[in-house]
T-cell receptor, first 115, second 115 residues
């Protein structure tokens, strides 16, 4: 199993450009998440999905959109990149059983720089 | 809402020293508790977990005990190595009565181990 993979690993954008980050998991997990990690800020949840075709806002959703057309994929889009979106982006997935989610599996991250 | 508080870092130790990283949480019911580790340039990975009160999670010489009475899940290791240098995140997964079950993370504690 590949686990959670992210594409691309690195990207440099100019202000105003758009891009899509792809996350894929092969563990049949229901839940998928997008986080950003900035120095001194820990992990902040951008958007998440509890199943195919569903998405929801997290803590810092502004400037981002997401889609989950297939259970194994979760896409994060930046329509008009801003320097404040320079960060490391992590995707994660987990399964839910009963009334709780279980441990998350994280991808290796995408380092994005917006100039 | 749910919250996780962990001690600020960096924590700097000499090799073979004893490690404690404090973590306390606020949540209703009986959440699952986790410690994740992030090595430089990588994503987070599960270090250990506990799903009910008085459970002890352990892995790679690290231990943490789920203390319901003090709402704590402190991470300990008896003898740290240089290779343990990383950022450690405490997290909880709530026991929900409905809706989605989104994990909550602490801000992370950087550990630096010197030879």
């Amino acid at each position: 199993n590949a686990g959670v993979t992210q594409t691309p690993k690195f990207r440099v954008l100019k202000t105003g450009q758009s891009m899509t980050l792809l996350c894929a998991q092969d563990m049949n997990h229901e839940y998928m998440y997008w986080y950003r990690q900035d120095p001194g800020m820990g992990l902040r949840l951008i958007h998440y999905s509890v199943g195919e075709g569903t998405t929801a806002k997290g803590e810092v959703p502004d400037g981002y959109n997401v889609s989950r057309l297939k259970k194994q994929n979760f896409l994060l889009g930046l329509e008009s990149a801003a320097p404040s979106q320079t960060s490391v982006y992590f995707c994660a997935s987990s399964y839910a059983l009963g009334r709780r989610t279980h441990e998350q599996y994280f991808g290796p991250g995408t380092r994005l720089t917006v100039t | 809402g749910n919250s996780v508080t962990q001690m600020e870092g960096p924590v700097t130790l000499s090799e073979e020293a004893f490690l404690t990283i404090n973590c306390t949480y606020t949540a209703t019911g009986y959440p699952s508790l986790f410690w994740y580790v992030q090595y430089p340039g990588e994503g987070l990975q599960l270090l250990l977990k506990a799903t009910k009160a008085d459970d002890k999670g352990s892995n790679k010489g690290f231990e943490a005990t789920y203390r319901k009475e003090t709402t704590s899940f402190h991470l300990e290791k008896g003898s740290v190595q240089v290779s343990d240098s990383a950022v450690y995140f405490c997290a909880l997964s709530p026991q929900a009565s409905g809706g989605s079950y989104i994990p909550t993370f602490g801000r992370g504690t950087s550990l630096i181990v010197h030879p």
